[in-house]
C-alpha cells in the first residue's frame, strides 16, 4: 500500500461530505461510515496523481460498494427461499454488461457537459452533487445569491439529462 499524502488530504477533508452522500445512497449512517473507509482503502491503493477528479472517483466507488452490499443482502435473503423464486428475483435484479457499458458512457458524456460548463455552473454543480453541500454553502463560496446557484445548478442539470435521454 502506497503512503500517498494526497489520498490521506482527501480523505480528511472531505470525509463528512463522503459520509453524507454514502448515507443519500445507501440510507444508513452507520453503514455510511463503512462504505467511506472501504472506499478509501480501496482509493489509496491507487496512485491518487494519475486520477484526474479524485472526489467524483471516490464517490463513484462508494456508490459501487453501496450497490454490491446491497446485491450481497439481497442475495443472502433469497438464500432460503425456493430456486425457482430465487431466480426471478436475480434475473431481475442483474444488469447486464453491455448496460453496465453503455450506462458509463453516457455517464462519461455527462460528466464532458459538465466540464465544458462556464466555471462557476460547473463549480456549483460539482458542490451540490459530488461534495453535498447545500445551496446556501454554495452561493456563500462562489460569492453569489443562493437563487443563482439554485438556477446554474437547475440549468446544468438540464443539460446533463437532455443528454442522458439522446443516449438512452
Known amino acids: 500500500m502506497n503512503s500517498d499524502p494526497l489520498s490521506h488530504r482527501l480523505y480528511e477533508t472531505h470525509r463528512e461530505a463522503l459520509i453524507s452522500y454514502a ?5 444508513d449512517k452507520g453503514l455510511a461510515e463503512d462504505l467511506v473507509h472501504d472506499a478509501w ?8 496523481a494519475e486520477i484526474s477528479s479524485p472526489l467524483s472517483y471516490l464517490k463513484t466507488i462508494i456508490r ?6 446491497r446485491r450481497r443482502s439481497i442475495f443472502e435473503k433469497t438464500t432460503d427461499a425456493p430456486f425457482e423464486e430465487t431466480m ?3 434475473e431481475a435484479s442483474s ?3 453491455e448496460r453496465d457499458v453503455a450506462a458509463r458512457q453516457i455517464m462519461g458524456k455527462v460528466m464532458d457537459a459538465i466540464d465544458a460548463m462556464p466555471e462557476r455552473q460547473k463549480a456549483a454543480i460539482r458542490m451540490y452533487h459530488f461534495d453535498g453541500m447545500k445551496l446556501r454553502e454554495i452561493a456563500q463560496e462562489l460569492d453569489i445569491s443562493i437563487g443563482l446557484a439554485h438556477k446554474l445548478i437547475s440549468d446544468g442539470m438540464k443539460i446533463c439529462i437532455r443528454i442522458r435521454k439522446e443516449e438512452q
Open 88 to 90: 426471478e428475483h436475480v
Open 95 to 97: 444488469v447486464s454488461p
Open 23 to 27: 448515507g443519500r445512497v445507501c440510507g
Open 64 to 69: 459501487n460498494l453501496s450497490f454490491d452490499r
Open 41 to 48: 482503502l480501496l482509493f489509496h491503493r491507487q496512485d491518487a
